[in-house]
């Protein structure tokens, strides 16, 4: 999953994001550097308060523009298998969507164009599971017609830090 980007739930309004100004791309571009920076160190690098920091980190966060996650090594925690999963349906997608964002190795759900409907990303413990996963689960959601699996060998690169452009 692509940390700052939330899954919702189906037919749940969310709140109208908030104007974000210049300053609130700097403070978005300070946590993405360092998810854990404080308020005060961020606030002299923007100009702000502390504790104006502190309320505009809280509304990007409420209004779903931003999230603060730790994220692990999958390696580091012993789930030791990672794959892409492209998925070609057979009517509609957003139930194979949901069906999928259901699954708790599934950590990315995203619907595209092209040659697959939807992608998604499983991470699990070993080979096992992911066979388990595909063949049980993921090929028995109703409209799957078929799922290309495409495992990580290594990783080369993984970054969270693209911006506010």
Request: glycine share 6%; hydrophobic share 45%.
């Amino acid at each position: 999953m692509i940390p700052g980007v939330t899954s919702q739930e189906p037919n749940q309004p969310r709140p109208a994001p908030p104007v974000i100004d210049d300053i609130s791309k700097k403070i978005i571009a300070q946590l993405q550097e360092d998810g854990r920076r404080a308020y005060a160190t961020i606030g002299k690098a923007v100009g702000l308060s502390e504790a104006a920091v502190r309320q505009r980190v809280q509304r990007l966060s409420d209004s779903g523009v931003i999230q603060i996650v730790a994220v692990s090594d999958p390696l580091q925690v012993g789930l030791l298998r990672q794959a892409m999963v492209a998925i070609t349906v057979d009517g509609p997608l957003e139930p194979v969507a949901d069906a999928l964002a259901e699954m708790t190795e599934i950590d990315y759900v995203v619907l595209c164009a092209g040659r697959f409907d939807v992608l998604c990303e499983a991470v699990c413990a070993d080979d096992d599971a992911l066979l388990d996963l595909i063949s049980n689960r993921i090929r028995a959601i109703p409209g799957v017609r078929t799922a290309e699996t495409l495992v990580y060998l290594k990783l080369r690169k993984q970054s969270y830090q693209w911006g506010t452009r």
